[in-house]
């Protein structure tokens, strides 16, 4: 099955935006076999998106089309569907009723404008929307699927996980070979070295496919293997994920989508331990990452963003003549701050982190890109040294992944040492 | 003038990679006012290239080309250049100089397969890598201008600002009509709603473009004019601003890439004021945004991750019985801990946010979604309650989006009715 990915909208092709969704569905669609051959950006103009239409309808089985469904003048997506497809506009009440459930919940009136979204051409089948007020659409013609969703990321998303993608793989269901795909997430390892450590590919993978995918998080791994009986493609799947855990175990810390603070919270959950943290430099990014999961209050009990060297010292108890002495960037000062939030919050694990995020607050011994990290258990105390980049933003995501790992880490009584 | 982006290599296409050299080049062009119609993605295969290399030909002036010009088997992009050009391929010397040069840096020998990147179609002027061994290719044919470029982003980069825009920009001189485009950041309202106080569009903005671009955080309004004088068209943006501006002045923040955080940022420097953030429900995130503008320090006093009852008391002295009569997420709570938190850090300003995010926590008289935010300062003490949606994480986005522009709304006095 070969697809086409449309996307629309002039803030795409003047770079104001850059087109994720068209990577989130091209990789939606690889991972259920489907060949995305295309992808085609244009404008909000009607004679553009028609001749993506056209295109798509003769030299692909699917078009995924994204955008220009939104209630104003600019959006001209809807009526490039019904003159496609030859087709008219018919009130649809459950989309209507999904709208003014939407509004009600908001407390906001439903106006002339929002009612009209409930309008869908005759020829489509509606997706409903979770999170906005356009439908997408489903047309099934001459053995060719179109989907045409929002181009709110969130709201296409949705749709795609809880309908097009579950739909499509039933369609496709009976496709001979079988591929199984895994992704193993690592952090706190470069590339090169992973590779490194992997010795010889072929020799690993006997035949499987192995990808290096790096982000500012970490490395991901992604294996992909193919066999015309099932069972045996996940047997060589699950083979090949443990010769590589053998070799870098101590580095992966989830399979597939799963996040590092779903893995410490399962952990602390499991053990009935609560958490607190003393952030500096990374201004309540890591309490911000622990408080992302659901009932996170039962692991979570409090953050302190210490921003300024009063509040170390009256909220976490930290010796103002340390800070004085030694500063508020140091490896004494980042123990007695995840002391001092442990303690003080009767917590039974503490992190902290001091730093200089950049670009400015520099000293001649204290370079941009100097973090330290404690940690503070029943058992341990202690705080390790990290220098990241220049960049701020990056260099408040990397601490947060060193101190969320460094927990890790200690949860699982693996060394700290690199 | 018309362009086409043309994208090639499997990773765009199964969404491994993002494309953002798409919107790179797509933001360049625009700014030299070449008009971009269509961005095309297609694999490292030699038909879908050449299919999209005559599409670009039959109906554009320019086509820019990334990707698929690397050493090894899978780039056939000079291959098709040769085929659909009907060139040769011939060694260019100051390519091959290039190309050694870079390996004697890196002290590494020259390979046969890099020496072969030194062949260049003859119909191609090369235009030279600073950065890696893939020259760039410039073609003229017909009036239509070909320029290729590797996938690799910083090389096409330095490519593009060394050689292909001043090059264009020096071709286009003299043309006549000029465009001028700006953005208004708005938040805090809805499309639909925003479209209906705009009213009239064609009397708002006398032949100038109006688009609406939502995310979450709010909707972005993008005016683009043209005319043939330059001073006119920035006259004429700068009215339709003020026009808009008059209809919905309350809910811009921002012009164009300017952050909420960056304009709160602006405003407490100048000020002199210190703000401190208590916050439940959004674990951090206010805090971490806040922090993410380099001398933060200057306006940042502390923040207070309070997911514990115990946390809100003992750090910001909320009144115990209070939370146990009305509950953490009540309206008398928050403003507790915004008044708590402004007293105990010594800051001229608290902000504080108690909310459900959801899926799990609520209760029959508090659904997922409900959230108040606390705001004092020297003045005032005040709170404002709002119902979001049931996505967690998009609620703490929510959250802190509205807890930011209810202290842009106090700074500026602006009233905090909807």
Redesign the interface.
Known sequence: MKANII?IG???????????N???????L?EININ??????????EN?IIDAFETAFAKADIAIVTGGL?????DVTRTCVVKFFNSELVENEEILEDIKSLFG????EV?E??KAQALVPEVAEPIRN??G?APGMWIEKDKRIFVIMPG?P?EMKAMMNDFVVPRLAEILEGSKSKIKRSTLQTTGIPESTLAERLGDLDELLEGGKL?F?PSIGGVRLRIEVEDEDEKAAKNKLSEIEQKIKSKVGRYIYGRDDETLEEVIARMLEERQLKIS?A?SC???????R???I????NY?????????N??KV??LRVDEDLVAEKGAVSMEVAMQMAEGVKS???SDIGISVTGI?????ATTDKPVGLVYIGYCDDKVCTAKKHIFGNE??LN?QRTMRAALDMVRKQLLGISLDD
Chains 1, 2 share one sequence.
């Open positions: 996307s002039d803030e795409l092709l003047i770079g104001q935006t850059t087109n994720t068209a990577s989130f569905i091209g990789n939606q690889s995305v051959t295309k992808v085609v950006t244009v404008g909000d103009d553009a939104g209630p104003t003048h600019d919940k908001r407390n906001r106006t404008i929002n979770a999170h007020t709110v969130y990808s995918l943290t952030e990374t201004g309540g990014l890591i309490a911000n622990l408080t992302n659901s009932g996170s209050s979570f009990e409090r953050g302190v963003v210490c921003y300024s009063a509040s009256e909220i003080t919050s009767g995020m950049g670009p400015k607050g701020r933003l408040k």
